[in-house]
């Protein structure tokens, strides 16, 4: 099984914050690196897939990068609705989850 | 777009099968994988298992032994029946859309709203 680590595994940031959250595989993954976000009560919603590529309507603050194991999920400058929580999520071999990173207001 | 609803009973006795069912609106089950995600209350997500419509299932290696998706094409609908239910499968049962695109892996890309199925006698 590949494990997805996470970590923070919650942050405290003010709006206007740079956030950097990082996932880390236990084997390469080359680029086959999903990342969610989660508002309480609500189904994850996809915001960036292989790694780098923003699903449509999602906005430009957010970004990815990485390759291998190590990866990053990028929030330029954290809006009110950018509190929530982040999973990344592997498809290189069968199908994990991080453990998610809580991400509230300071 | 495409809509995901899960229906099912929200409560299952222990030992017995949990029992849900997503219907797929507003697009074809065709051409497409249909998984299975759960999330303990207050905990992270866990894939389940997924089918294509063809009717070709992979699962979670850890609950492989209790699982079984299933699709009807006909009624754009897929199913999860898990056996021999306990406590710890009370959780947040989400049905969701695999997109795959050359290269880039399997993605969760349309997500239904979520049933809570509570394990308790």
């Known amino acids: 099984d590949i494990q997805m680590t996470q970590s923070p595994s919650s942050l405290s940031a003010s709006v206007g914050d740079r956030v950097t959250i990082t996932c880390r595989a236990s084997?390469?993954?080359?680029?086959?690196l999903n990342w969610y976000q989660q508002r309480p009560g609500r189904a994850p919603k996809l915001l960036i897939y292989?790694?780098?590529n923003l699903q449509s309507g999602v906005p430009s603050r957010f970004s990815g990068s990485g390759s291998g194991t190590d990866f990053t999920l990028t929030i330029s400058s954290l809006q009110y609705e950018d509190f929530a929580t982040y999973y990344c999520q592997q498809s290189y071999l069968s199908l994990t989850f991080g453990q998610g990173t809580r991400l509230q207001i300071k | 777009q495409v809509q995901l609803q899960e229906s099912g009973p929200g409560l299952v006795k222990p030992s017995e099968t949990l029992s849900l069912t997503c219907t797929v609106s507003?697009?074809?089950?065709?051409?497409?994988?249909w998984s299975w995600i759960r999330q303990p209350p207050g905990k992270g997500l866990e894939w389940i298992g997924y089918?294509?419509?063809?009717?070709?299932?992979d699962y979670n290696p850890s609950l492989k032994s209790r699982v079984t998706i299933s699709v009807d094409t006909s009624k754009n609908q897929f199913s999860l029946n898990l056996r021999s239910a306990t406590a710890a499968d009370t959780a947040i049962y989400y049905c969701?859309?695999?997109?795959?695109?050359?290269?880039?892996?399997?993605?969760?890309?349309?997500w239904g709203q979520g049933a809570l199925v509570t394990v308790s006698s």
């Open positions: 969701a859309r695999i997109y795959r695109a050359g290269g880039f892996g399997r993605t969760f890309d349309s």
């Open positions: 089918i294509n419509d063809f009717g070709s299932p």
């Open positions: 507003g697009g074809s089950i065709s051409g497409y994988q």
């Open positions: 084997q390469s993954i080359s680029t086959l």
């Open positions: 292989a790694v780098s």
